[in-house]
């Protein structure tokens, strides 16, 4: 990813719910695929947020999308698995060596207890389900060897996990808009640069070579990123909804709409 960004490259992480998203994500230059429990939900036309309800074993289901769907699609391009790090039903350390032998490079905190608020936020916290856990079990995947990266929502979780060693910290601006089921109240994308800039600037404050990206919100197609490039620190952008979604959606409608015009011939 350094030479990358050396030749002013933006790294690309796509997120993939099914082989064929993470075959021509891969064709298209994405230097990392992401598979995450979302991903399965956003390929069958549900929310990305479905991700964090109770219906199915998300750390169960990341492993399975990996081993039948998309590590043996993928060619060349490192697949980081999305992780439940605050999985009080598994023996955390286990779980990361069995993603390592199973052939993925890295992993990143999806689904994760930052993207939660208000009073249900504080009781996961109080009982062990919290934040500061998943930087724990993301340090410890970076002294398995596994490439490292963290959705962090504001500068004190930022430098949490930098303090863990993170690789790279991914200032998530909430759940990405656009397309049928995208946010409805979306942030600013002058208000979401802010933000990532600030998240960045805490991380960068505690490890130096941390690489920082930006994810979701009104941080939805190439102009959006390319706002985010020139106002903060992000050398790339990680994708989900925006690459798998979206696309989808439109070239899927327009192709059935095209079909549809046409004429028959009596």
């Known amino acids: ?18 082989g064929l998203s993470a075959k021509f994500a891969e064709a ?5 695929i992401i598979i995450y429990n979302s991903g399965l939900y956003r390929m069958d036309g549900l929310p990305s947020i479905a991700g964090y309800m109770p219906f199915g074993d998300a750390n169960a289901m990341v492993k399975e999308m990996g081993l ?23 023996d955390m350390e286990v779980f990361l060596k069995e993603l390592l032998a199973a052939g993925f490079s890295g992993v990143i905190n999806f689904p994760t207890v930052g993207r939660i608020d208000g ?21 410890l995947a970076g002294s398995l060897g596994l490439f490292t990266m963290a959705y962090v929502f504001n500068p004190e979780e930022s430098r949490m996990m930098a303090r863990n060693g993170i690789d790279s910290v991914v200032a998530h601006m909430k ?9 409805k109240r979306p942030m600013s994308l002058e ?33 959006a990123t390319e706002y ?21 959606e439109t070239a899927i409608r327009k192709t059935t709409e095209m079909f ?6 009596r």
């Open 28 to 32: 298209g230059g994405s230097d990392l």
């Open 228 to 248: 985010i490039y020139r106002h903060t620190r992000a050398v790339g952008f990680v994708g989900a909804s925006s690459i798998e979604r979206i696309p989808v």
């Open 68 to 90: 039948r769907h998309v590590l043996p699609i993928v060619q060349k391009a490192p697949v980081i698995a999305g992780i439940c790090a605050y999985d009080l039903t598994r």
């Open 175 to 183: 759940t990405t808009t656009g397309g049928t089921v995208g946010a």
């Open 119 to 139: 009073d249900f936020r504080q009781t996961m916290e109080d009982l062990g389900m919290s934040y500061r856990r998943e930087a724990e079990v993301m340090g």
């Open 191 to 223: 208000e979401a640069g802010k933000r990532c800039s600030a998240i960045f600037k805490a991380a960068l404050s505690v490890k130096r070579n941390v690489i920082c990206l930006a994810h979701g919100g009104p941080i939805e197609g190439p102009e």
């Open 1 to 18: 990813m350094e030479a990358e960004i050396g030749k002013k490259r933006p790294i690309v992480a796509a997120g993939a719910g099914i």
């Open 260 to 265: 549809k015009a046409q004429k028959l011939k």
